[in-house]
């Protein structure tokens, strides 16, 4: 007998914290073809109460038994940074598909043990950096390669934010967060210049402060980079900024792409390409870019997936290179 196609994934959220509340939840809700039935939190009666409040069918304080039920097929991994592996390699020996966020492991070695893990039990890795698919990104990588502003020579990418009143008071704890600003933040700037500039870096050195403890992240970070093909690039991300900020900037021989906040979600962006002229700012042209929410995408994307699509270009793949890229990043840094 046939056995039915699958049409639909169904989620548990792994971490129900405020991020899972406002993107997560609501993404799985409204992406094609998945359904949110379960949640973990550490206490079951927070659990049970979240789990009522946005009428979600199953609550969970364990990770173990949330991925041991039969009627969950992949999870969304929500957590503070330190659990990823564990969480992922726990979900995948449980035969589940597994969507992590950002940034993917603490470290190489452990970005590879999640990608072991996944592919031994037959289920699919994705990490969640969704900015990658934004149509302004998009756009940006076609002017790039459209010729518009002549050979790329360098490149960079801010993020900055006010993190000092943040909810996550674990955001500077090292043992919770891996890292700060360059695992948080950082690592987005990371993978767009590498998905706009199509190439990947070779050479990477940065500047921290504070220094790192074993109990304490950096708050402000540098990291410079030379890529493959040549091009020079700098990522500048800072927890102690006056507001939030993000630039993209890409300059060629001819002209300069960029964009003032290259990380809207389900707004307008605005991509500006500025000729030269005579060694002077020549013709200016402003295009607006409109960008879908990017939590539904990547859901929707990770379910095609499950669901016998073709592999998306976020992988567990893709993760790892962001993060041999933050490993170099902060080598010489005291072990935790």
Not at 34 to 55: C, H, I, N, P
Not at 190 to 210: C, G, H, Y
Not at 237 to 259: H, N
Request: proline share 4%; aromatic share 6%; charged share 20%.
């Amino acid at each position: 007998m046939t056995q039915p196609v699958q049409r639909t994934v169904r989620y548990g959220i792994v971490g129900f914290g405020r991020f899972a509340e406002h993107a997560i939840a609501p993404a799985i809700r409204n992406a094609r073809n998945s359904a949110l039935v379960a949640l973990q939190k550490r206490s079951m009666e927070a659990a049970r109460k979240k789990a009522d409040e946005y009428t979600v069918p199953m609550a969970f304080s364990t990770v173990e038994d949330l991925v041991r039920h039969p009627d969950v097929d992949a999870v969304f991994i929500v957590s503070a940074n330190a659990a990823h592996c564990a969480e992922t390699v726990a979900a995948a020996n449980a035969g589940k598909h597994v969507i992590v966020e950002k940034p993917m492991a603490n470290s190489v070695r452990e970005a590879e043990e999640m990608i072991a893990a996944c592919r031994r039990n037959n289920v699919k890795l994705m990490v969640g950096h969704m900015v990658r698919l934004s149509p302004l990104v998009r756009r940006i990588r076609q002017i790039i390669t459209s010729g518009t502003i002549g050979t790329v020579t360098s490149a960079r990418a801010e993020f900055m934010y006010d993190g000092r009143n943040s909810h996550r008071t674990w955001l500077i704890d090292r043992a919770v967060a891996g890292g700060g600003p360059v695992f948080d933040i950082g690592v987005h700037c990371i993978d767009t210049l590498r998905a706009i500039l199509a190439d990947e870096p070779v050479l990477v050195s940065a500047a921290l402060s504070p220094i790192p403890s074993r109990t304490a992240t950096e708050e402000v970070a540098w990291i410079n980079c030379r890529f493959a093909r040549g091009v020079v690039a700098s990522v500048f991300c800072s927890y102690v900024a006056p507001f939030r900020r993000t630039l993209i900037e890409v300059v060629g021989t001819e002209g300069i792409v960029s964009a003032s906040d290259f990380t809207v979600v389900n707004q307008t962006g605005r991509v500006t390409v500025t000729k030269g002229k005579g060694d002077r700012p020549g013709a200016t042209s402003i295009e607006d870019v409109a960008v879908p929410n990017l939590y539904v995408e990547e859901v929707s994307l990770f379910t095609g997936w499950v669901l016998g699509g073709s592999a998306p270009e976020i992988d567990g793949e893709n993760g790892l290179k962001n993060q041999q890229v933050i490993d170099l990043a902060l080598e010489g840094i005291p072990e935790r």
